[in-house]
């Protein structure tokens, strides 16, 4: 029997990506029913998955409560999450919840302990992971073909500043306390990509951030410096038309990722591979990349075909929400370390203000005048004596 999803949120990402992907998903899936209190989009998403009048609310609690669902998949921003994976955990149904799972470490770590005790699959949308070269990429890790790894630099400088929904709120990107971050926290797929190539869990974050525009309330450009126990990545991520790449180090040799243009994936699709050993250097056979659309959506195709073996075999799915839940740590602890001039431990502590506020709570911590968060009046933040 297929599953029965459930989706709440119908913004860009539901209906450009996630409806499709299910619909693409027969054998595993049927979309019986949506959610969404702005009227255009609601009805849009019902356009596009078919569905009766009856089968869509306005009021996300009305599609929580249906007999009819099994699976819910929240696609509303993030500092929505918490309550509706709360509350779909207490229905007992499965979760498939966009990233970041939460804008603070406490929502999330809420989400991670309600599925927990429901015994339901928190699945987090960490769909980077499926693009074909990093597939490519950790099997040649794997192989040991480069030894151990070393280091692993993930550049994103290039990322496009795109806007939400119209009918929503299309700023809230820009918002700190809804969107917990900026730039690095949208794109905070760099972080568990790193993470996943380094192959071991971050233990310690160090980073700078910017503003991309005067008077920006978050940032728009991120370098962080994340340490592992025996390894390091440095992820850096900003908007505009820096240069993307991936590059990582190993004990005996070393891969590089090339984009289109020297450009940032996934606006510039994925051009070649090449493995160096002391042998000389060749070029991994991974087919050329997609252009963005495609690229998301077979991406996207593949998340959820693992979040249904993954509920259905019991193992874990690719990411768990508590491997979410140490990305979001990490990228918090960025924005400590970049506020404070410090580097920052994981897990951060669960009494600490960016644990419980995320960047909202560096108000709260003893920041210096000569941080660029404060002196950029970064996520509500104040130059002293303003
Ligand atoms: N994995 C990816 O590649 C990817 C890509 C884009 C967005 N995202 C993530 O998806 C989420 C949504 O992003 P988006 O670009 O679609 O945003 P969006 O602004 O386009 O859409 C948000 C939607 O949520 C709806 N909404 C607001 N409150 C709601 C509620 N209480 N119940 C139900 N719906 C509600 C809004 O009406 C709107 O339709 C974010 O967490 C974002 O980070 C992930």
Not at 52 to 60: F, G, I, Y
Not at 87 to 94: D, E, R, S, Y
Not at 219 to 232: F, H, I, K, P, V
Not at 317 to 331: H, K, N, V, Y
């Amino acid at each position: 029997m297929t599953m029965r999803v459930g989706i709440v949120g119908c913004g860009n990402v539901a209906l450009n990506f996630h409806v499709p992907a299910y619909q693409a998903a027969p054998e595993q899936f049927t979309i019986t029913a949506l959610a969404d209190p702005t009227p255009e989009r609601l009805e849009l998403g019902r356009a596009s998955s078919g569905l009766a009048p009856h089968q869509v609310h306005a009021d996300a609690l009305e599609l929580l409560a249906r007999d009819d669902v099994d699976v819910v998949d929240v696609c509303t921003p993030q500092h929505l999450h918490r309550d509706l994976v709360v509350a779909a955990a207490a229905a007992g149904k499965h979760i498939l919840c966009e990233k970041p799972l939460a804008a603070t470490p406490a929502d999330a770590a809420a989400m991670v302990e309600a599925a927990d005790a429901a015994g339901v699959v928190l699945g987090v949308v960490h769909n980077y992971l499926f693009f074909p070269e990093i597939v490519a990429a950790r099997t040649l890790i794997d192989s040991g073909t480069i030894g151990e790894v070393r280091n692993v630099v993930v550049d994103m400088l290039g990322v496009v500043d795109s806007p939400g929904a119209a009918g929503y709120r299309p700023q809230w990107r820009h918002d700190p306390a809804a969107a917990g971050g900026g730039v690095l926290m949208d794109m905070l797929h760099g972080v568990y990509l790193a993470e996943h190539l380094v192959v071991e869990p971050v233990e310690r974050v160090s980073a700078y951030v910017d503003a991309a525009t005067s008077g920006d309330a978050v940032e728009g450009l991120a370098l962080c410096r994340l340490e592992t126990a025996d390894r390091a990545a440095l992820v850096n991520i900003g908007w505009g038309h820096g240069p993307g790449g991936i590059r990582i180090t190993g004990s005996k040799g070393r891969l590089v990722l090339r984009y289109r243009d020297e450009g940032t994936m996934p606006w510039a699709p994925f051009e070649s591979m090449t493995l160096t050993t002391e042998t000389g250097t060749e070029t991994v056979d991974v087919p050329a990349g997609q252009e963005l659309a495609p690229l998301i959506s077979a991406a996207l195709h593949s998340t959820v075909v693992d979040f249904a073996d993954a509920v259905n075999s019991g193992r874990a799915p690719a990411a768990p929400g508590r491997d979410a839940l140490r990305t979001l740590e990490a990228t918090v602890a960025a924005y400590t370390s970049a506020a404070l001039g410090t580097t920052i431990g994981l897990p951060l502590p669960v009494d600490g203000p960016t644990h419980r506020r995320g960047v909202i709570g560096l108000a709260d911590l003893d920041v210096p005048e000569s941080s660029p968060v404060r002196r950029r009046s970064l996520f509500g933040l104040t130059p002293e004596g303003v």
